[in-house]
Nanobody, 122 residues
Framework: QVQLVESGGGLVQAGGSLRLSCAAS????????MGWFRQAPGKEREIVAA????????YVSDSVKGRFIISRDNAKNTVYLQMNSLKPEDTAVYYC???????????????WGKGTLVTVSS
């Protein structure tokens, strides 16, 4: 089982940037497709972006395309999400996880961490 700890969230004004980090322990994540998910108040958790074990992009949500960049450092067992040009609608708790499933039905494969809260003010 993989334990996941997200960090880097905070309060930022619209148009600003944040970089989220996800540190994994318990097992190497180098063989997994990894992703970032988010859950806004009153909404279901949704996938934001996913990256293959090799570093190639698997998926980027249309809502963040051109603004968010997912990356990974397998040697550090860490996944990142660079968020630029943030909008109030990006406000959510952000989680990382290994990604399973197929396009349109991606899911997290391991237990969820606590996530990191991103709040974007207008």
């Amino acid at each position: 089982q993989v334990q996941l700890v997200e960090s880097g969230g905070g309060l930022v004004q619209a148009g600003g940037s944040l970089r989220l980090s996800c540190a994994a322990s318990g097992r190497a994540i180098g063989s997994y497709t990894m992703g970032w998910f988010r859950q806004a108040p009153g909404k279901e958790r949704e996938i934001v972006a996913a990256i293959r074990w090799s570093g190639g992009s698997l998926y980027v949500s249309d809502s963040v395309k051109g603004r968010f960049i997912i990356s990974r450092d397998n040697a550090k067992n860490t996944v990142y999400l660079q968020m630029n040009s943030l909008k109030p609608e990006d406000t959510a708790v952000y989680y990382c996880n290994a990604v399973g499933g197929t396009p349109g039905s991606y899911y997290g494969m391991h237990s969820w961490g606590k996530g990191t809260l991103v709040t974007v003010s207008s």
